[in-house]
């Protein structure tokens, strides 16, 4: 079976390194792009210690012919950037992978619009196995009855620009419309006391934390604890490429989940 042909868009980020050095067998990196103005422009993988040897980073003026040679675009970049190269990877029929967080409603709205009915795509905050298992975890906290509080926090590194996290919000829409939810606040300070319709959701940077997400789930004489830590960006890299591979065999041009991915 011929190897799947990837596009790595953000090749010299912290994820798109990590999805190079993953995408062994079965798999071929046939492209790599950065930003403009990037330092490792024109640079070979092999000078920045990742496999592929003489492959070159390119720049985003190079993001079509790239795509010419490649199955699927799969990246972890910015929400600007992402707006501009996907429009590019959907009018080219290229299946699409994207681990991009931090897109508002209108970028939400108009990815859909030049996906769907082009091409596939799988579209995650986290493409961790575990995370989205967890997911599947609290759609069914709907089985508690009234009175059990939902909170949540999560932990990031320094360097994390979106807060809170594109997980905690994915894991928050989900406890809210499972708890009915119509209200979400993010810290507490001064008087005031919590009221039924709201969800809480902290966020906290620290070192080099890859990610930890927690819930607790607390009624009056009780309480649940659910998380999930990562050990390291690998995770991401590893579900990213299972979302790749998932792709090949889908053809309604739509986007999917990775809990569809994984059928949770």
Same mark, same amino acid.
């Given at each position: 079976?011929?190897?799947?042909?990837?596009?790595?868009?953000?090749?010299?980020?912290?994820?798109?390194?990590?999805?190079?050095?993953?995408?062994?067998?079965?798999?071929?990196?046939?492209?790599?792009?950065?930003?403009?103005?990037?330092?490792?422009?024109?640079?070979?993988?092999?000078?920045?210690?990742?496999?592929?040897?003489?492959?070159?980073?390119?720049?985003?003026?190079?993001?079509?012919?790239?795509?010419?040679?490649?199955?699927?675009?799969?990246?972890?970049?910015?929400?600007?950037?992402?707006?501009?190269?996907?429009? $590019?990877? #959907? =009018?080219?029929?290229?299946? @699409?992978?994207? &681990?991009? +967080?931090? !897109?508002?409603?209108?970028?939400?709205?108009?990815?859909?619009?030049?996906?769907?009915?082009?091409?596939?795509?799988?579209?995650?905050?986290?493409?961790?196995?575990?995370?989205?298992?967890?997911?599947?975890?609290?759609?069914?906290?709907?089985?508690?009855?009234?009175?059990?509080?939902?909170?949540?926090?999560?932990?990031?590194?320094?360097?994390?620009?979106?807060?809170?996290?594109?997980?905690?919000?994915?894991?928050?829409?989900?406890?809210?419309?499972?708890?009915?939810?119509?209200?979400?606040?993010?810290?507490?300070?001064?008087?005031?006391?919590?009221?039924?319709?709201?969800?809480?959701?902290?966020?906290?940077?620290?070192?080099?934390?890859?990610?930890?997400?927690?819930? $607790?789930? #607390? =009624?009056?004489?009780?309480? @649940?604890?659910? &998380?999930? +830590?990562? !050990?390291?960006?690998?995770?991401?890299?590893?579900?990213?490429?299972?979302?790749?591979?998932?792709?090949?065999?889908?053809?309604?041009?739509?986007?999917?989940?990775?809990?569809?991915?994984?059928?949770?």
């Amino acid at each position: 079976m011929a190897p799947i042909r990837l596009c790595v868009v953000g090749a010299d980020g912290r994820m798109g390194q990590e999805v190079i050095r993953c995408a062994g067998e079965g798999f071929s990196i046939v492209g790599a792009l950065t930003h403009t103005g990037s330092p490792n422009e024109g640079k070979t993988l092999a000078e920045l210690g990742l496999p592929g040897g003489s492959l070159r980073i390119e720049d985003p003026s190079k993001l079509s012919s790239l795509l010419e040679r490649a199955d699927v675009y799969i990246s972890f970049t910015t929400p600007d950037a992402e707006m501009a190269n996907i429009s $590019v990877a #959907a =009018g080219l029929g290229k299946k @699409i992978v994207t &681990g991009t +967080t931090g !897109f508002d409603q209108s970028q939400l709205d108009a990815l859909r619009s030049v996906i769907e009915g082009h091409t596939e795509a799988v579209m995650s905050y986290n493409f961790s196995v575990g995370i989205n298992f967890l997911a599947g975890i609290l759609s069914r906290t709907s089985a508690l009855p009234k009175g059990y509080d939902a909170s949540m926090y999560e932990i990031h590194h320094t360097g994390k620009v979106d807060s809170p996290s594109g997980t905690a919000l994915y894991l928050g829409d989900i406890l809210s419309e499972a708890r009915k939810y119509t209200r979400v606040v993010h810290g507490r300070s001064g008087r005031g006391r919590r009221s039924a319709e709201e969800l809480e959701i902290s966020a906290l940077r620290a070192g080099g934390v890859p990610g930890i997400h927690e819930v $607790v789930l #607390a =009624g009056q004489n009780e309480m @649940i604890r659910i &998380g999930h +830590t990562a !050990f390291s960006r690998k995770i991401f890299a590893e579900g990213a490429l299972l979302a790749a591979r998932w792709l090949m065999d889908v053809s309604d041009r739509k986007i999917h989940s990775m809990r569809e991915v994984l059928g949770v």
